[in-house]
């Protein structure tokens, strides 16, 4: 009787190799891309009326986090040197927009404290960050 | 002349796969998924003082309490804890409509108490959003209260 050859079936061993090593430089850098928002560790509120953002890039950061300590992007900062910065922002990148990143639990007073901030340094559209319902 | 001959060196690739796998399920676990965020856009008129808002016709003062009460007016609106606010909802659109008859701006201006929280302000934001209203500003930010 005449035995029937199957064909081997062999591992691949290259493409996946390749596309572990994909995966593995994803995460390693979304990783890293991520961490900043990490540290500062804040819940923004929700809402259900909040919109896609159109454009990212013409908006300067400003983090609250729930005990109203206020960080240009990540680095923290008073009251009068983030005026001064937004000043200077606004005054070299027009129209450029405000995104407040607010946590939910920041108290009312600070939020009039950066919306004043806001009008003193020349903001003409401040966003809000929130999470959409 | 005798030629030297050199042991050849492998590339092990076990060890480096498992090495790979090892820190791609590190990665995986360790990942928290970024939830993306939204917009909420206000124009800003700048900050104005209670007393010279209250002039304009067209313009209604809602006060947000420490408590999270939604004061409009002087008419207390929706429970604290309302997420929702229906009733300030309903209003915001009966004002718009009306405004939007006798043509002209309709305009909020958010009396926020110092301990009132940030959400509370967006969801108040948010029923003006949602109503159509787009002219809103932040009172006494300036120092100005009553």
Known sequence: MRRVHQDEVGLQIAPMIDVTLLLLFFFMLAGKITKGDKLLDIHVPLAATGKAPVDEGARDVVNIDEKGRLFSGSLPVTKKELTEHLKQRFKDYPPLKLYIRADAATPGSKIKEIMAVAAESGAIEVVFGVIQK | ?146
């Open chain 2, 1 to 146: 002349m005798k030629r030297t001959e050199h042991p050849q060196i492998d590339l092990q690739i076990a060890p480096m796969i498992d090495v790979c796998f090892l820190l791609l399920f590190f990665y995986i676990i360790t990942s928290k998924p970024v939830k993306p965020e939204a917009d909420m856009s206000m124009t800003l008129p700048g900050t104005v003082a209670q007393e010279e808002s209250l002039d304009i016709p067209d313009e209604q003062r809602i006060t947000i309490q420490d408590s999270g009460q939604i004061v409009l007016n002087d008419l207390a609106l929706d429970r604290p804890d309302d997420k929702h606010l229906p009733s300030l909802l309903a209003t915001l659109k009966r004002f718009k409509e009306s405004s939007d008859a006798n043509k002209s701006q309709a305009l909020i201006t958010l009396d926020v108490s110092d301990n009132a929280v940030h959400q509370r302000v967006v969801d108040v934001l948010n029923a003006c959003a949602e109503a159509g209203i787009q002219g809103v500003t932040f009172a006494g930010a300036t120092g100005d209260e009553e």
